[in-house]
């Protein structure tokens, strides 16, 4: 993960602070990992499942005292050993973020989650 954050550009959230979260859901293993200035700026998400899988999203909710403030879908996944993984800037100030996988010609189905992070 040291790598993905070191790598980014400058940005106005700058990293102090890596949380992550972990869960199972219909497809297992889905992790999330959000960088975040400790505070409530996230610079970015990073989310994977232990699989590889070409016809999954990931889709990014952002959350304000419980409220859906916006909803992003990451359709670029990156494919490693036995894993899925998707990157995103958020470069936002938000207190929730929650991901799940979702069928890429299908974003009303989950595959995966969702789990969230508090920032």
Known sequence: MRAWAAARPAVTSHHSADH????????????LFADWDGK???????????????NLDLRV????????????????????????FWNGVINRDIPQICVATVLSFDHSSIQSGPICVNT
């Open 20 to 31: 992550s979260a972990r869960t199972t859901g219909p497809v297992s293993g889905i992790s």
């Open 40 to 54: 409530d700026c996230v610079f970015g998400v990073r989310g994977a499942v232990n699989f590889i899988d070409h």
């Open 61 to 84: 909710r952002l959350r304000s005292n419980g409220n859906l403030v916006s909803t992003r879908f990451f359709t670029s996944a990156s494919f490693g050993d036995d894993s899925t």
